[in-house]
């Protein structure tokens, strides 16, 4: 068996590992079990790997209703693809009910085949912590989270969303005025025509001097696989095939009350291909990207207060991952035509990484990494590996996205997918990243499948435009929000979340929250962790504010808040550099 098998299985025998049904197995069946985790039904998965197109990967998300009446059972439903050309593929899963500081107390597992159709997966969960034997309904009234661990090809899926069970408690929280926001946002009123200058509400004497802007920075359009008619699209379009382009997408985004949305377009089919088109005209690739910039250009120019971004989704999933570059100029890519010409204006090897990096830092260009997994962006032979090139020019981290295929056009997609704990490894790693949320829209309803946004804090009074917005990015002003209407601001000594500093002595964190109308704080969570260290974070706090003094070395803090109807806020981390000398603790005075 080869080194890889051995691990699949080392990690069933420890359960870190999803097994399927018979957890008796002895451990050479759990081995074997593990070798068959890269193998298709239809031949091995590493293959046709090397040249497998985007979106014919593993995914898996999950969906249960976050309240239920005390020991009240309720439906857990699991969502499963392999859309790889109808090839078959085994993919195994385990579920654990968690505590809220991990510590597990149930868990289901099973195993699947699939193949050119995606598979749902329902259990009936009774509601309790510990089973049906369990003490009185009430003794479960607990906030708990239910991870999914699942395996397909080699790619590894872990996700957890949170639960209440019983009467779980509401968490009261300080008063807070929140910020400016669009009109729309403040007060759920119809978003104004696409052509109207944008409206905002009047703040607090006392809130904050800032302005929240919630959009989408991940979408495609017919520059790439996506623009799909709602009445038709199943999944991502034939490259360039669809009708609808930037411009519509930035009309609809604009008339469903979006700030601004990005049409980040796959950098490798420009050629109009999924693989590589051995007759492109890499003139016409690049005058399409050029095209697109001119496009979001002219949308701003004629629609005031919405701001429309034109970029591209730079990588491959296999033996990759995607990532966002907000403001190239120029097409980025590895490609040929038959005669041995670049589609693309700048060449960038494909799935190297801390290249990419190096480029985009000498340009000033910004990035983001997509719906990130455990073994994507390499840098080094390691996976999620540090740079200081990437730590500079990468600035988010996308920690939550609604299903990119998704038809809904009410915000009523269930199909989601949790990133965070990926993007906890990428700050462990040493990387300097805020939270987004988006949709990765490739139909034709362009931040409207879902609630969620990502939101940019700019100085009240600052435009907002492609300075301001890259203003934010770099300084990492940003939070990720399930819920359109909501804000969550956490500060460190009165250091705004984004913001690195040099501290002494005690550290106080507060967390600051608004709900919509009649939404209201159910768990918060500040979360701790050492960058550059590669381990795990923790739970620090539970409460809105809490003083510490954390230990001499380099730290960094962010708060996760879950509304009383399971959806999610992130903020921007704060990293701390604490200081241990008297003449430190001075200097800084």
Known sequence: MDTNARRKAAAILTGSAPTCSGARATAAALAALAALASITCAG????????????????????????????????????????????????????????????????????????????TITLRWDGRPAGAAAGPANASDAHYRLRLHAV?????????????????????????????AHAEHATGAAAPPPASPATVAAPAADAPPYTVYYGNLHSQTNHSDGGGDLAHCTGAQDPQSAALGPADAYAYAQAHGLDFLMTSEHNHMYDGSDGTNANADPQQATALYRRGLQEASDYNGSHPGFLAIYGQEWGVIANGGHLNIFNSPELLGWERNGSGQLLADTETARSDYAALYSLMRSHGWLGQFNHPAPGQFKAGGVPLGYTPDGDEVMV????????????????????????????????????????????????ANWGASYSNRSAILLPNDTALDSAG????????????????QAQILFTANGHLMGERFANCGPLALSVRYAGGPGRSAAELAIIEGVPGRNGTVSELAHTADTTITPAPGEHFYYARLTQDDGKLLWSAPVWVSQQAAQLSCAALK
Request: glycine content about 6%; proline content about 7%.
């Open 44 to 119: 091995t998965a590493q293959g046709h790997q090397a040249d497998q197109p985007d979106h014919r990967e593993f995914d898996a998300a999950l969906d249960v209703p976050y309240r239920a009446s005390a020991g009240a059972p309720r439906t857990i439903t699991m969502h499963l693809s392999y859309p790889d050309q109808g090839r078959r593929h085994r993919a195994w899963w385990r579920l654990t009910l968690q505590t809220s500081n991990g510590a597990p107390l149930r868990s289901w597992h099973g195993s699947a085949t699939l193949g050119a159709q995606p598979r």
């Open 152 to 180: 397909a090809g080699g790619t590894v899926i872990d996700q957890a969303w949170p639960v209440a069970a019983g009467n779980a408690p509401i968490l009261p929280l300080p008063p807070f005025h929140p910020m400016r």
């Open 396 to 443: 988010l981290c996308e920690v939550m996205n609604s299903s990119a295929f998704s038809r809904s056009t009410d915000e009523s997609e269930s199909h989601r997918s949790n990133y965070e704990a990926v993007c906890d490894q990428l700050l462990e790693a040493g990387y300097h990243l805020a939270f987004s949320s988006d949709q990765d829209n490739h139909c």
């Open 469 to 484: 917005l890259l203003a934010a990015l770099r300084a990492r002003r940003v939070f990720a929000t399930m819920d359109k």
